[in-house]
């Protein structure tokens, strides 16, 4: 048991390194470095997801899952630094750079779509090796976690408040995770009432409201940080000059809660495939805390809010 609590923050502490690699080369060079990490994210991931669902998909199918996953991905991060990063420096007085048009969520909806005309239509093309069950898992492994994947690379690509969105996604989810633990360890036997029983034995009301407390300490963070590096980077600011706008402070924590929650549930809804798989863990790569999915499966939920809030805001005060 202490070896692997010892394997378990010994594997955090370089997942960590990792993420805090990523975002260094994002903020200083280019987010087409994180769009790699998103990109590895989804190899592993989808990997996971096929490699739980074993012989009940068959191998055309897991071959096209596969492929079609990672196409979504590059096409998304691919098509929108060439309609950013060259089409709008090459090409500046263009009508369409004048207008904002950027189509890369548009292709990148296409060559979505048309893995899944690809999974249908294996029904036709392997008929004899195919299964209306095994095109459902099909798809299922198409869409967990491409879909959620596709939405963080819309936060790593998103105009003014990348770098922020990002923090979030990545942020939140630990201090929630810990908080949570913390609240359920100390007062779980005083207040056992149940999460998720049937789901998640283990989670209780009390340590998802520790969770909660997480998401409002990590959102303070998260704003000193921005502040205090990430605009000052992003406008060339001398750090001595760095104006906190402390309005913002209710924003970020407001954010902070909900993306916690978020966090939380999808946590709950792995855990709720796992048992539904008879699987303990999606897979072996992190040792102490499972595969890919295991460790990101609460910032994939996280991802789905923080893009929507702050496009909001992009749509709303710019």
Known sequence: MEHNTKLRIVTGAVYFFVLLAFFALKIFVHNLFFDGLILLFGFF????????FGDQMHRSQKIVVMT????VLIVYAVTDFIYTDIFEVQFPDDPLTAQGRNYAPHIALVVFFAGVSVIFG???FAHSKVTLESTGYAL??????????VVLIVCNHMVKYSDVAIAFVFAISPCADVMAFTFGKTLGKKLPAKMAPHVSPN????????GLIGGMLGAICVFFFYYGLCKPVANDMNFASVVFEWQDLIFFIGIGVLTSAFSQ???LVESSIKRKLGIKDMGKILPGHGGILDRIDSSLYASLVIALVFVIRLMTTG
Not at 45 to 52: D, L, N, Q, S, W
Not at 203 to 210: R, S, Y
């Open 140 to 149: 299922m492994s198409y869409m967990y976690p491409t879909v959620f994947l």
């Open 265 to 267: 549930f999808g946590d």
């Open 68 to 71: 079609f996953a990672l196409l």
């Open 45 to 52: 991931g989808t990997y996971e997801m096929i490699r739980a």
């Open 122 to 124: 294996l029904l036709v």
């Open 203 to 210: 989670k209780t009301l009390i340590g998802g409201f520790g």
